[in-house]
């Protein structure tokens, strides 16, 4: 607590670092163990457990947007965009071979990576930068997020996967900074983050991948989900302004 009391960016800082860097190890550990995903989920588990365990016992729930939306889902368009960027890929292949225990561990794993990013990027980070400038803060937050992708090079990913993932990364990233600064909540910012995330490792793309070939297929899907999220980032960003939380001593 005192580090956050001191500088909210460093103590964000940090947990980015400590996040990223424990993911890393643990991909690691599963590959040796043999058993996809585990590690990870365990490690995600037992952050998120410390986390959670931080803002109730500091009382930052409101102040990091744990709370109800202050805008009605109808303005929000029933946030409709979201779960159309969310589900798309599905339409072009989903996966049936994966076990059981896979899909339970990675969903779970998945569950708490969507938490712990919106909470440490668009809570922590984006809070402890708007307490001096708000519209810094919404673009470092926003960036920050998406570059944190290239992380993925060091676990084996090829770079034309990762720079689309970057891609899509920041701009999702602006739509989501701007759904908290306009509702005041993050909480459909983490559920859309979570079913992102689950319906990435569930969907395969097969229908496109045989038409145009696997890089023509993914720069397809990229411009899909761009192009929607896009128009409602700028639909987003029109509705009224609101203050942040205030945080409770």
């Not at 990223?20 to 588990?45: D, H, K, T, W």
């Not at 009605?72 to 409709?80: D, Q, S």
């Not at 970057?166 to 459909?188: D, E, K, N, Q």
């Not at 319906?199 to 397809?220: M, N, P, Q, R």
Request: aromatic share 10%; net charge positive.
């Amino acid at each position: 607590m005192k580090l956050f009391e001191r500088n909210q960016v460093t103590f964000a800082i940090v947990l980015i670092v400590v996040y990223v860097v424990g993911v890393s190890a643990m991909q690691r550990i599963s590959a040796n163990i043999g058993i996809e995903y585990l590690a990870e989920m365990v490690f995600c588990l037992a952050l998120s457990g410390l986390v959670l365990f931080f803002i109730r016992r500091n009382s930052l729930a409101n102040y990091l947007g744990l709370r109800k939306s202050e805008v009605p889902a109808g303005k929000m368009l029933l946030y409709i965009p979201l779960l159309i960027i969310g589900c798309i890929s599905l339409i072009f292949g989903v996966s049936t071979g994966t076990s059981l225990t896979s899909a339970i561990i990675h969903s779970v794993e998945m569950i708490c990576v969507g938490f712990l990013e919106e909470i440490i990027f668009r809570g922590f980070l984006l809070r402890g930068i708007a307490l001096q400038n708000l519209k810094r803060g919404a673009i470092i937050a926003s960036i920050t997020f998406g570059i944190g992708h290239i992380v993925n090079l060091l676990n084996g990913q090829n770079v034309f996967d990762t720079v689309c993932q970057i891609i899509y990364a920041v701009v999702v990233g602006f739509l989501l900074t701007f759904i908290f600064l306009r509702t005041s909540s993050i909480i459909m910012c983490v559920i859309f983050h979570i079913l992102n995330n689950c319906v990435t490792y569930f969907s395969t793309g097969e229908v496109l991948i045989s038409k145009l070939g696997e890089s023509t297929a993914e720069l397809v899907m990229l411009g899909l989900r761009l192009c929607i999220a896009a128009a409602y980032l700028f639909y987003v960003s029109r509705l009224p302004s609101r203050e942040l939380p205030a945080r409770n001593y």
